[in-house]
């Protein structure tokens, strides 16, 4: 069983930046795909940016360029760093975990291991 816990989360101006951190049990990280998804009130959970075992990254187009996940195997940790940030960014972000080397492009793939979420508010 992986356990997932972010943290990094909180309340920033618009512009602003943070930097989610994911802190996993095991090593998921060196062979499973990682990711980070998003809920905001009202709205469905919508993947934000995955990184497959290899490195691959992925981003939704709202956060292309703005938005950069990367990993640190030895600490099993997943991160995200988030720039120019808007008041749409504000939703509680969950770090997942999913146990194939690459990482799904279905509209429809939910992963097996979720995080607890951090709340990330940007306000205007």
């Known amino acids: 069983q992986v356990q997932l816990v972010e943290s990094g989360g909180g309340s920033v101006q618009a512009g602003g930046s943070l930097r989610l951190s994911c802190a996993a049990s095991g090593s998921p990280f060196r062979s499973y795909c990682g990711g980070w998804f998003r809920q905001a009130p009202g709205n469905e959970r919508e993947r934000v940016a995955t990184?497959?075992?290899?490195?691959?990254?992925h981003y939704a187009d709202s956060v292309k360029g703005r938005f950069t996940i990367s990993k640190d195997d030895a600490k099993n940790t997943l991160y995200l760093q988030m720039n120019t940030l808007k008041p749409d960014d504000t939703a509680r972000y969950y770090c997942?975990?999913?146990?194939?080397?690459?990482?799904?492009?279905?509209?429809?793939?939910?992963?097996?291991?979720w995080g607890q979420g951090t709340q990330v508010t940007v306000s205007s």
């Open positions: 997942v975990a999913h146990p194939t080397y690459i990482c799904s492009f279905s509209d429809t793939w939910r992963p097996n291991y």
């Open positions: 990184i497959s075992a290899g490195g691959v990254t």
